[in-house]
C-alpha cells in the first residue's frame, strides 16, 4: 500500500518554524479536500503524539480531472493523541472514503455528515489484537444515521490494506452504500452527526429530545397493540354458561 512520508517536522530541517506552522495547520482547523490525481489519498496527517482537531470539508463540485467514481479519501494518523474530525459536506452526491488509525487508547470522535449511508470497519491495532475497542453513539448518530449503517469488524489495519482491497466486491461503493469509514484503533470510539442542513454539528439536547419522543411513541404505539390483542381475544372467548341454564 502506498504510504507517504510522515507530515512532522524534523530537527533538520533548516526551515523548521515554517515547517512547525504548516504541521500545526494539517492536525488542527479546517481544509477544504482537494482531489489529487497522482496521490493514493486526496488528504492525509500524521503525528507521533499530539492531538488531532480537524473539520474536513467535502467540496460540493467535482474536479474537472476527478474521475466519476472516484471518492474523496482521508487518511487520519496519531499513535498517541486524541482524534476528533469532522466531515462535512453538502450532497451525499460526492461520497467519501476515511482511514483513522491510533496504536493508544486516545479516544478517538468522528462526525460524520447526516445523510451518511455505507460501511463503517473497526478494528484494533496489531498491539492489541485481543483489546476490542469500545464504540458508542450519540443521539444524533442513532437518529439519523445508524439505520443507513453496516458494522463489519476486522483484524486489519488501515496500514495493512492493500490496493487490491479497495477493488474487492464487499467493499464496493455500490455495495451498501457509497461512503465508508475505516478505524483501526484501541480506545473509546464515538460516533457522532455532523448535520448536513444547518451545517454544524448536532445539537445534543434537540436531538436527545428526539430520541425520547420517539421512543415513548414507540412505548405507546406497542401499548395499543397489545391492548387490541388482548381484546381480540376476548372477543373470540365463547361463553359456554347459556347451555347450563333451564
Not at 523548521?16 to 488542527?28: D, G, H, P, R, T
Not at 411513541?217 to 347451555?243: A, M, P, T, Y
Request: aromatic letters at 8%; charged letters at 25%.
Amino acid at each position: 500500500m502506498l504510504h507517504t512520508t510522515p507530515l512532522s517536522p524534523t530537527s533538520s530541517d533548516s526551515s523548521s518554524i515554517v515547517s512547525l506552522k504548516q504541521f500545526e495547520c494539517l492536525i488542527l482547523g479546517s481544509h477544504k479536500i482537494h482531489y489529487q490525481s497522482h496521490q493514493q489519498w486526496d488528504f492525509i496527517t500524521e503525528t507521533e503524539e499530539r492531538p488531532i482537531d480537524l473539520s474536513l470539508i467535502i467540496p460540493h463540485y467535482r474536479a474537472h480531472n476527478q474521475p466519476a467514481a472516484h471518492r474523496m479519501s482521508m487518511y487520519i494518523r496519531s499513535e498517541r493523541g486524541e482524534i476528533k474530525t469532522k466531515i462535512c459536506r453538502k450532497s451525499s452526491r460526492f461520497p467519501f472514503f476515511l482511514a483513522v488509525h491510533s496504536s493508544s487508547t486516545a479516544p478517538i470522535t468522528l462526525y460524520l455528515p447526516s445523510d451518511f449511508a455505507g460501511l463503517i470497519h473497526l478494528s484494533s491495532s496489531p498491539h492489541f489484537s485481543a483489546h476490542k475497542p469500545k464504540i458508542s453513539f450519540s443521539a444524533g448518530f442513532t437518529n439519523r444515521i445508524l439505520p443507513r449503517v453496516k458494522f463489519i469488524s476486522s483484524s486489519r489495519s488501515p496500514d495493512s490494506t492493500s490496493d487490491d482491497d479497495y477493488e474487492d466486491e464487499e467493499y464496493n461503493a455500490g455495495s451498501y452504500g457509497a461512503d465508508e469509514v475505516r478505524i483501526c484503533a484501541d480506545g473509546h470510539v464515538t460516533l457522532r452527526m455532523w448535520d448536513v442542513v444547518q451545517g454544524v454539528p448536532e445539537s445534543a439536547t434537540k436531538e436527545a429530545w428526539r430520541m425520547m419522543c420517539r421512543k415513548a411513541s414507540s412505548k405507546n404505539l406497542r401499548g395499543e397493540v397489545k391492548s387490541r390483542e388482548r381484546e381480540h381475544q376476548q372477543r373470540r372467548v365463547i361463553d359456554w354458561d347459556f347451555l347450563l341454564e333451564d
